[in-house]
């Protein structure tokens, strides 16, 4: 058996690594809110929400999903 190759990641611009920054600020503002209105999102929803900082999606398919799940 093959060992496993770990392969480094990618380095992020200065301009990506403001993006990610940015993605987090709007993430951790909304959860702030959302827990302070008394309502705990789910791990499916953190989830999304990281995909979103990651930038795999946009913020259109974050609030798509969000309102999916919560049967909005």
Not at 20 to 44: F, H, K, N, Q, Y
Request: net charge negative.
């Amino acid at each position: 058996m093959a060992a496993a190759q770990i392969l480094p990641l990618p380095k992020l611009s200065s301009a990506d690594e403001q993006q990610r920054a940015e993605r987090r600020r709007i993430v951790d503002s909304a959860l702030g809110t959302t827990l302070a209105e008394g309502v705990s999102p789910g791990p499916e929803v953190l989830a999304m929400a990281e995909r979103y900082v990651a930038g795999e999606i946009t913020m259109l398919e974050l609030g798509t999903v969000v309102r999916s799940m919560s049967g909005l």
